[in-house]
């Protein structure tokens, strides 16, 4: 939303929750915002090569995928190769603090730069899958800035 309200071109958003598609779409007609397509799909796979279509066609990825630990283990990773698949330049992304090192080294290994842009403190809500306890949890959030490399643009 904020992207759009700034003047971004056009927002391109997917998820593979049809409920949270449709309070998007929900929210862009509230605010009137018309240069926007919406896609229900599985994120991690729009890396693949049956996806090239997508590939390189946005300049900026905006995502904050689910936290790659416990019972999601490796999933912000398949989120953030598929972000860098679509951008052309950058994306940007949130992940637990405590998983930087191993961020930082995969961001790497994919001759990816990345930038802590922001530390942050995100109240997550619990209760909606049975493997959480508590009600509220104040989770530590890196905000990055993955360069995606020349080569590939």
């Known amino acids: 939303m904020g992207s759009a309200i700034l003047g971004a071109g056009c927002i391109f958003s997917c998820d593979i929750d049809c409920d949270a598609l449709s ?7 509230d605010f009137e915002i018309a240069n926007s397509e919406l896609l229900l799909c599985d994120v991690s796979k729009l890396s693949d090569e049956s996806n090239s279509h997508l590939h390189k066609r946005f300049d900026t990825v905006l995502m904050n995928p689910p936290f790659g630990t416990k019972h999601n283990w490796g999933l912000d990773m398949l989120f953030l190769k598929s972000g860098l698949a679509l951008a052309k330049t950058a994306v940007y992304s ?38 959480h306890k508590k009600q509220v949890v104040d989770i530590e959030v890196d905000f990055y800035r993955f360069e995606v490399p020349k080569s590939n643009n």
Do not use: M, P
Request: glycine share 6%; net charge positive; proline share 0%.
């Open 23 to 29: 309070i998007c779409k929900e929210n862009f007609n």
């Open 94 to 131: 949130l992940h637990k603090t405590s998983t930087r090192d191993h961020i930082l080294k995969k961001a790497a290994d994919w001759g990816v730069k990345a930038t802590v842009v922001a530390q942050l403190r995100y109240d997550l809500k619990g209760g909606k899958y049975k493997h």
